[in-house]
């Protein structure tokens, strides 16, 4: 099994910036994609940013130019540096990683547990 523990959460005022974080661990043999979802209450989950193994990175039309999505393999953990938070930023946001437990083997999805992020003054 693969447990995603998220952090970086918290109330920020508009303008500032906070950064998230999400650690994978288990038994992970490797880790194709990972990324970021919110969801505002009432709303339906959306993609933040995605970023691929190679470093590629997709972000939201919404947050680009303010939010950086970063990633280092060797601690299979995924960041979010969000800047110029808006109030419509306010959601509560997870993590999501596509993984591979084994050589060859397929691929499986799994989901943090989510950590609150409201933009308000």
């Known amino acids: 099994q693969v447990q995603l523990v998220e952090s970086g959460g918290g109330l920020v005022q508009p303008g500032g910036s906070l950064r998230l974080s999400c650690a994978a661990s288990?038994?992970?043999?490797?880790?194709?994609?990972m990324g970021w979802y919110r969801q505002a209450l009432g709303e339906e989950r959306e993609l933040v940013a995605t970023?691929?193994?190679?470093?590629?990175?997709r972000y939201a039309d919404s947050v680009k130019g303010r939010f950086t999505i970063s990633r280092d393999n060797a601690k299979n953990t995924v960041y979010l540096q969000m800047n110029s938070l808006k109030p419509e930023d306010t959601a509560v946001y997870y993590c999501?990683?596509?993984?591979?437990?084994?050589?060859?083997?397929?691929?499986?999805?799994?989901w943090g547990q989510g950590t609150q992020v409201t933009v308000s003054s």
């Open positions: 999501k990683v596509i993984v591979q437990l084994r050589s060859r083997g397929p691929s499986y999805q799994y």
């Open positions: 288990g038994s992970i043999f490797s880790i194709n994609l």
């Open positions: 970023i691929t193994s190679d470093g590629s990175a």
